[in-house]
C-alpha cells in the first residue's frame, strides 16, 4: 500500500503514539481537585503550553476543541457574529457551512485570493469577519495571509485563519501573523484524530460565548471533558512537525519530481506558478473523471483522493477548481499528498500506477497543457 493522502490524515508520528499511549494510563479528570485529577489537569496544561509554542501563541489563548471544523465553526460564530463575514473562494467546507450566506473573495486560476477586492470589499461596509486559510487543502496553493491581515487591521475587520494544511508544513507564528484567530486540527499534523485547537488573539481569547457551553471547562470556552490522550498526541505531533520542518525541501523535491513525470505525460498541475506548500499537487487528466482516477490507482494500491477527502464518496466537482474556472477540471483532477515520511519508493509506486492507469483511460496522443494558470 502507498499512502499518499497526508491532507484527509497524516501518518501518525512515533512522538505522538508515544504522547498517546502515555496519557491513556493516566487516570483522572482534569477538573477533579483531588491528586489524579491536578496529574490528568498539569498534562493537559503541558500540551496546551507546547501547541502554543509551536504556534506562536499564548498558552492562555489556546483553546482546546475536537478538530478543524469545530475550530472553524467556533471562531465564525464567535467573531462573525453581527459582522459581515467575508469567505475566500476556496475556504473548506468546515468554514463554508458555519457561514451560509456569507459573501464571496474571488480567487485567480491559480487558487490566490483577490486583496484588491477584499480592499474594495472592506471599504464598501460594516465591521467584517474574513475568513482565509493559510494553504488550500487540495491544491496546496498559499494565501497571502500577512498582506490580507494589513489590510484587514486597516479596515477595522478580523481575519480567521484556517491553518489545517499549513500547520507543520510551514513555520506558522500566530503572534506575528496578525491574525484575530487560527484553528489547527491534529491529526493533519501526525496527531490522532479528536483534538485541535482555536488560537485566539490575546485581546478576544478570554470572553467569547462558547458553541459548546456544558460545564466551563477551557475557561468557559469550551465544555466538556477534553480528550486528553488525543491532546497530548497532537501537542507531541506538533512539536514534531515543527522540528521537521527542515525536512520540507526533501519533500518538496519529491513532490516536484512527481509532478515533472506527470506532467510530460499529460497531466496538470492545479496551482501551478502559485506558492504552495511543499507536500501537495492537484493532477487533472483531461477527460478521465477524479473518482475513476481515485479508484484505479486505489485498486493498484495507491491511496489518493478526489476533491476534498471530507467529500470523497460524493461524485462532485471541487468548489475550489471551480473558484479556480478550471471548467471540466474541476471533475478530472485528484490530489496527491505525500506524508512527513514520503520516499521516493512512494513516488515511484504512484507514478508507476498513474501511468499505467492514464495508458488505460488518457488517449495518447491528447497532451494537457502542462499547467493550468
Ligand atoms: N480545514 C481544512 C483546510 C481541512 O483540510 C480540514 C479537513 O480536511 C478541516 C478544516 C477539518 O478538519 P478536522 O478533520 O480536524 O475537523
Not at 494510563?25 to 500540551?47: F, I, K, Q, W
Not at 496546551?48 to 509554542?53: G, H, K
Not at 477551557?218 to 480528550?227: I, N, Q, Y
Request: glycine content about 10%; charged content about 15%; some cysteine.
Amino acid at each position: 500500500m502507498t499512502y499518499l493522502d497526508a491532507n484527509a490524515t497524516e501518518k501518525l508520528r512515533p512522538e505522538a503514539r508515544e504522547a498517546l499511549l502515555a496519557a491513556l494510563a493516566v487516570t483522572g479528570n482534569p477538573s477533579s481537585v483531588h491528586a489524579a485529577g491536578r496529574a490528568a489537569h498539569r498534562l493537559l496544561e503541558d500540551s496546551r503550553e507546547t501547541i502554543a509554542v509551536a504556534f506562536g501563541a499564548r498558552a492562555a489563548d489556546v483553546v482546546l476543541l475536537s478538530g478543524a471544523t469545530e475550530a472553524d465553526a467556533q471562531a465564525i460564530a464567535a467573531l462573525g457574529t453581527g459582522r459581515r463575514v467575508i469567505l475566500g473562494a476556496t475556504e473548506h467546507d468546515a468554514v463554508r457551512a458555519a457561514a451560509p450566506g456569507a459573501e464571496i473573495l474571488p480567487v485567480d486560476r491559480r487558487g490566490v485570493a483577490d486583496l484588491d477586492a477584499l480592499a474594495r470589499m472592506l471599504a464598501e461596509g460594516g465591521p467584517a469577519l474574513v475568513c482565509l486559510m493559510a494553504a488550500n487543502n487540495e491544491t496546496g496553493t498559499l494565501q497571502p495571509i500577512a498582506a490580507a491581515a494589513e489590510i484587514c487591521r486597516a479596515a477595522g475587520a478580523w481575519l480567521h485563519v484556517d491553518a489545517v494544511q499549513a500547520a507543520g508544513r510551514l513555520p506558522l507564528d500566530f503572534a506575528a501573523l496578525g491574525a484575530t484567530s487560527m484553528a489547527l486540527s491534529g491529526h493533519k499534523l501526525g496527531g490522532p484524530a479528536g483534538a485541535g485547537a482555536l488560537l485566539v488573539a490575546p485581546a478576544l481569547s478570554a470572553g467569547f460565548r462558547p458553541l459548546v457551553a456544558g460545564g466551563g471547562q477551557e475557561r468557559g470556552r469550551r465544555g466538556g471533558t477534553p480528550p486528553l490522550p488525543a491532546i497530548a498526541g497532537f501537542a507531541a505531533a506538533a512539536r514534531a512537525a515543527v522540528a521537521g520542518l527542515t525536512d520540507m525541501p526533501r519533500i518538496a523535491a519529491l513532490r516536484d519530481a512527481l509532478e515533472a513525470e506527470a506532467t510530460a505525460a499529460g497531466a496538470m498541475v492545479m496551482g501551478a506558478g502559485a506558492p504552495r506548500i511543499a507536500n501537495t499537487t492537484c493532477l487533472a487528466l483531461p477527460g478521465v473523471a477524479a473518482q475513476t482516477q481515485v479508484i484505479a490507482l486505489d485498486l493498484a494500491g495507491v491511496q489518493v483522493s478526489a476533491g476534498a477527502a471530507c467529500s470523497s464518496g460524493k461524485v462532485a466537482e471541487s468548489h475550489v477548481l471551480r473558484a479556480m474556472d478550471a471548467g471540466p477540471l474541476a471533475g478530472e483532477a485528484i490530489r496527491v499528498s505525500l506524508c512527513w515520511d514520503a520516499t521516493e519508493a512512494d513516488v515511484a509506486a504512484f507514478l508507476r500506477a498513474w501511468h499505467d492507469m492514464a495508458g488505460r483511460l488518457y488517449p495518447s496522443g491528447k497532451q494537457g497543457k502542462a499547467s493550468f494558470s
